[in-house]
């Protein structure tokens, strides 16, 4: 199993600032993802973190708009860039245990608000 | 078009009151996963099946895994308060590396 901790829980942010997610995981762990949430609704993949290289994003998203780091097995960051309302969202880390059946643990998420 | 579409999208019942949720896809999956997630908390795995036509059982839920491995339901008997939750299906995709989750379904169990 894997505990992921999760900061900030909660911020509200000005138009135009940005904001950096940290993720910790208790143990090491091959992969990392972050998600982004709308209240109520399904989760959507952002990027896989890669440790030591640069990270894999879904369509949709990019680099420069969602800088990612993850110096190591058990920490990643998600930075969330010049932010809009539009970017309003929980954004969840994730970590996935070994193989193809692997359980993904969540941190608790980030709400954040953008005014 | 999502990978994975759930139904229904919201249900509200009363306590004691059995139900089903839905997961479809027009794709085969290798596996597939049901979550649970709970206001402010990160989805929580509940069950992966892995074999077509699967059935396993957790205290009063039963998954099942599609013949074909493009679908799988939940059922929830006798449903209580303590079931209020967003429930998730997910599959692997990307080779197997990633996660993509289905629509959700918002359950809300009343007393």
């Not at chain 1, 911020?11 to 910790?24: K, P």
């Not at chain 1, 920490?75 to 309302?85: A, E, G, Q, W």
């Not at chain 2, 994975?4 to 509200?12: I, K, V, Y």
């Not at chain 2, 019942?13 to 085969?28: D, F, H, K, P, W």
Request: one cysteine or more; hydrophobic letters at 30%.
């Amino acid at each position: 199993s894997a505990v992921i901790s999760q900061k900030p829980s909660r911020d509200i942010c000005q138009r135009g600032t940005s904001l950096t997610i940290q993720c910790q995981v208790d143990s090491q762990v091959t992969m990392m993802f972050w998600y982004r949430q709308q209240p109520g609704q399904s989760l959507t993949l952002i990027a896989t973190a890669n440790q030591g290289s640069e990270a894999t994003y879904e369509s949709g998203f990019v680099i420069d708009k969602f800088p990612i780091s993850r110096p190591n097995l058990t920490f990643s960051t998600l930075t969330v860039s010049n932010m809009s309302p539009e970017d309003s969202s929980i954004y969840l880390c994730s970590a996935r245990t070994s193989g193809p059946t692997g359980e993904l643990f969540f941190g608790e998420g980030s709400r954040l608000t953008v005014l | 078009t999502q990978l994975l579409e759930q139904s229904p999208q919201f249900l509200s019942i009363q306590e004691g009151e059995n139900l089903t949720v839905y997961c479809n896809s027009s794709s085969v999956f290798s596996s597939l996963q049901w979550y649970r997630q709970e206001p402010g908390e990160g989805p929580v795995l509940l069950v992966t099946v892995v074999t077509g036509g699967e059935v396993k059982k957790l205290k009063r839920l039963t998954f099942q895994f599609g013949d074909a491995r493009k679908d799988s339901s939940l059922h929830i008997t006798a449903a209580q308060p303590g079931d209020t939750g967003l429930y998730l299906c997910a599959a692997p995709t990307g080779g197997g590396n990633k996660l993509t989750f289905g629509t959700g379904t918002q359950l809300k169990v009343e007393l």
